[in-house]
Nanobody, 121 residues
């Protein structure tokens, strides 16, 4: 079984910065893609940023130039550096990972519990 443990959320003022972390633990053979999603009340969950095992990055248009995703494969951890935060970034942020628990096992999707990010005006 795999757990994704998130940290780094909180309250920040307009224009501030936060860094989110997500560490995968448990029975892990390999991890493919990892990503950050977010969901605001009354809104659909959306992908914010994704990163492959080869460190190729992809971002939603709304966060390009402000957010940076990175990963440390040795630590099974990804990060989301969020700069120039806006009130519209307020949401619950979720970590997502595709994980294989054995050499013959299929990849399975896992989600973190979510961490709240609130940006005040």
């Amino acid at each position: 079984q795999v757990q994704l443990v998130e940290s780094g959320g909180g309250l920040v003022q307009d224009g501030g910065s936060l860094r989110l972390s997500c560490a995968a633990s448990g029975i892990i053979f390999s991890i493919n893609d990892m990503a950050w999603y977010r969901q605001a009340p009354g809104k659909e969950r959306e992908m914010v940023a994704s990163i492959t095992v080869y460190h190729s990055e992809n971002y939603a248009d709304s966060v390009k130039g402000r957010f940076t995703i990175s990963r440390d494969n040795a630590k099974n951890t990804i990060y989301l550096q969020m700069n120039s935060l806006k009130p519209e970034d307020t949401a619950t942020y979720y970590c997502h990972a595709d994980v294989a628990g054995s050499p013959r096992g299929n990849f399975k999707y896992y989600w973190g519990q979510g961490t709240q990010v609130t940006v005040s005006s």
